[in-house]
């Protein structure tokens, strides 16, 4: 494909809708990927910088909530409130990380079920900085290869390398998988060698 063919498919891509990114997104398309994290780039850092908080900070919460989209994308049932989501999202981790001292900031109307108001819907004409999109697309690639994996290698790989919080001990994952917990070190070494094969395919 050319650079004009690759930016032609590009432009049609940000002409589509948001349930029909995500569908593509569910599929492995990694182009529709990028195109959704740029459409609500800048919504983010407006809602962060809204609340009072540093570039530094604004960039920790960009990365939790596109990584947290990458996850539960598959299980949004109503991909066309995609935008509310990310509000929330974005809203929910920036008080997270705001001191308690600072005043809390009123940004938008939003309705009880987190609808976003037409206020947050703010034109994304900046590049995404190179090493987000980078690990972004990096997560994006790692969630695809696990989910052509065989059950049990991604159900281990998903509790051993799941957020930091959330992750789980050998020995409860031995007793998830109903196996012998000197099997879990090696397994995974095999489960990791198959996700390496399928990320170089």
Not at 14 to 21: H, P, Q, R, V
Not at 129 to 141: G, K, R
Not at 151 to 164: G, I, K, P, S, V
């Amino acid at each position: 494909m050319t650079e004009i063919d690759e930016s032609a498919a590009m432009d049609s891509l940000d002409a589509e809708s948001d349930a029909a990114l995500a569908a593509r997104c569910n599929r492995g398309e990694s182009a529709a990927w990028t195109i959704l994290v740029q459409r609500y780039q800048r919504l983010v850092y407006t809602i962060v910088r809204r609340i009072g908080l540093d570039d530094h900070a604004a960039a920790d919460v960009f990365q939790t909530v596109f990584s947290r989209l990458l996850t539960h994308l598959p299980q949004l049932n109503q991909a066309d409130r995609l935008q509310a989501w990310i509000v929330t999202t974005a809203k929910r981790e920036a008080l997270l990380q705001r001191s308690r001292g600072l005043r809390t900031v009123s940004m938008t109307a939003d309705d009880d079920d987190g609808a976003a108001s037409a206020a947050y819907d703010v034109a994304d004409d900046s590049p995404l900085p190179d090493e987000q999109l980078a690990t972004l697309q990096s997560q994006n690639q790692v969630r695809n290869a696990l989910e052509r994996m065989d059950e049990r290698c991604r159900t281990l790989l998903t509790l051993l390398y799941h957020d930091a919080d959330d992750a789980v001990a050998y020995d409860e994952v031995a007793r998830r998988l109903d196996m012998p917990l000197g099997s879990v070190g090696p397994t995974r070494a095999r489960c990791l060698g198959k996700l390496r094969k399928l990320l170089e395919a």
